[in-house]
């Protein structure tokens, strides 16, 4: 049995990985240490085989899961990089290294699901929307807030607005909390369309398209494009990682 866990900004997603078995969870992570979460959700399982890890959280947090695997169950953690290749996509960003572990996982998922041109859309504290060839290229991709941060800074930024949950069931909204969450949602919407309709002109027409992350079944409805939601993308990726060790 393997641990898989995609360490993120506001969240921590594990999946328990075996043959015929596959059982994901997720908590929010606390501001301070995470260790209580970490006996909470794994201390009565027994010992994996493996367990993968990537993050794009803070260096503190990382060890952290890292000693208490050791500790625990005297494993020690393999820590997700991207690397220039691997598992068949190649990597074109200029650093490789520097493509973030989520998004690199996301894609060797991708190329998993599909042999086609695929798009990658991770809906969570950022947005990302990545772009890989039908020969398994990564060819780049756009980063920019989610949900949470455009609304947190635009009440950062003014004196009127407050960093309130409004309703974004209508674009026409009729009150401020409203407003911010309908300019949020459709915002985003229209933003994730206008790069899928940029990476189709290098992509071609057939890209299929997977939609991952917290805030995805948010987004799905607004969008008007024909997507498939994958909401254990990454730790999927993680899997086919695992699986090559």
């Given at each position: 049995?393997?641990l ?7 969240r921590?997603k ?9 059982h994901?969870d997720?908590?929010a992570?606390p ?7 970490l ?13 993968i890890?990537?993050s794009v ?6 060890r952290?899961?890292?000693?208490w ?5 005297s494993?020690?953690?393999?820590i ?12 074109r ?32 504290t ?30 950062r930024?003014?004196e009127?607005?407050?960093d309130?949950e409004?309703?974004?069931?209508d ?5 401020t ?8 949602l ?13 990476y189709r002109?290098?992509?071609?027409g057939?890209?299929e398209?997977?939609?991952?992350g ?8 607004r ?14 990726g ?8």
């Amino acid at each position: 049995m393997n641990l898989l866990v995609d360490l993120g900004n506001s969240r921590l997603k594990w999946a328990w990985q075996d043959a015929g078995l596959w059982h994901t969870d997720a908590a929010a992570l606390p501001e301070g240490d995470i260790a209580p979460l970490l006996d909470g959700a794994w201390r009565d399982h027994a010992v994996p085989q493996k367990v993968i890890v990537c993050s794009v959280s803070s260096a503190q947090r990382l060890r952290a899961v890292e000693q208490w695997a050791h500790a625990r169950w005297s494993v020690t953690a393999w820590i997700v990089r991207a690397p220039a290749q691997q598992l068949g996509v190649k990597n074109r960003y200029r650093q490789p290294d520097q493509l973030g572990a989520d998004r690199w996982a996301a894609l060797i998922a991708a190329r998993g699901l599909t042999s086609s041109a695929a798009c990658v859309v991770d809906c969570g504290t950022a947005v990302t929307v990545d772009a890989l060839s039908r020969d398994g290229e990564f060819l780049g991709g756009a980063i920019f807030p989610g949900m949470r941060l455009l609304r947190a800074g635009l009440a950062r930024g003014t004196e009127a607005i407050d960093d309130v949950e409004g309703d974004a069931a209508d674009s026409l909204a009729r009150s401020t909390a409203d407003g911010v969450a309908a300019g949020v949602l459709f915002g985003l919407a229209g933003a994730v369309e206008r790069l899928i309709d940029e990476y189709r002109r290098t992509l071609g027409g057939n890209m299929e398209i997977f939609l991952t992350g917290g805030d995805a079944p948010r987004l799905a409805p607004r969008l008007r494009v024909t997507v498939t939601p994958v909401p254990d993308l990454v730790l999927k990726g993680l899997a086919r990682i695992a699986d090559s060790l």
